[in-house]
T-cell receptor, first 116, second 112 residues
Framework: KAGVTQTPRYLIKTRGQQVTLSCSPISGHRSVSWYQQTPGQGLQFLFEYFSETQRNKGNFPGRFSGRQFSNSRSEMNVSTLELGDSALYLC???????????????FGPGTRLTVT | SQQGEEDPQALSIQEGENATMNCSYKTSINNLQWYRQNSGRGLVHLILIRSNEREKHSGRLRVTLDTSKKSSSLLITASRAADTASYFCATDASSSASKIIFGSGTRLSIRP
């Protein structure tokens, strides 16, 4: 099976702009989660989508939003970018049935966003 | 704030030695997982331990869980250069199994 893919891998944006990141989960995985990783705050949970519905949400402002399509692909959008949004954005997918295996998350390589 | 905090933040050991990392968390959990991350890449799942388990092994990995102390440890035996990475524990709040929260991580360096 192909792994989780994220596009683009690198992105440079200016303050005030908006950005859309894309994630394609492993085939058959219906849950997609997004994380922000920074040196200061570590790995922080943004949100999780399952069957096109947001199932859980972290403590991020409304500028951070996402969606999931019927094929389980997910996008994350950040509007009105701030310098502090510079981070590695990681997407992870998981199966949602199968005992312990349903908790195991498969991560993509991430999108490195730099806001200048 | 993070659900889990790891200790130590950084660890440097000689190849062949054992490495132990600890994780503490705050709320009741269904299970605890450990992940490895190499140089700012995606994370790789290592092992999962359920809340009703006390110890689990997988190859050179040994994980313990003490729910009364809300803590876990990851032991890597006979370390290798390829084990150099950051290690994270991840927990799900028992009230919301779909929200998985990661600890702050331990950066492990293996000296040749």
């Amino acid at each position: 099976k192909a792994g989780v893919t994220q596009t683009p891998r690198y992105l440079i944006k200016t303050r005030g702009q908006q950005v859309t990141l894309s994630c394609s989960p492993i085939s058959g995985h219906r849950s997609v989660s997004w994380y922000q990783q920074t040196p200061g705050q570590g790995l922080q949970f943004l949100f999780e989508y399952f069957s096109e519905t947001q199932r859980n949400k972290g403590n991020f402002p409304g500028r951070f939003s996402g969606r999931q399509f019927s094929n389980s692909r997910s996008e994350m959008n950040v509007s009105t970018l701030e310098l502090g949004d510079s981070a590695l954005y990681l997407c992870a997918s998981r199966a949602t049935s199968g005992g312990d295996a349903s908790y195991e998350q498969y991560f993509g390589p991430g999108t490195r966003l730099t806001v200048t | 704030s993070q659900q889990g905090e790891e200790d130590p933040q950084a660890l440097s050991i000689q190849e062949g030695e054992n490495a132990t990392m600890n994780c503490s968390y705050k709320t009741s959990i269904n299970n605890l997982q450990w992940y490895r991350q190499n140089s700012g890449r995606g994370l790789v799942h290592l092992i999962l331990i359920r809340s009703n388990e006390r110890e689990k092994h997988s190859g050179r990995l040994r994980v313990t869980l003490d729910t009364s102390k809300k803590s876990s440890s990851l032991l890597i035996t006979a370390s290798r250069a390829a084990d150099t990475a950051s290690y994270f524990c991840a927990t799900d709040a028992s009230s919301s199994a779909s929200k998985i929260i990661f600890g702050s991580g331990t950066r492990l360096s293996i000296r040749p």
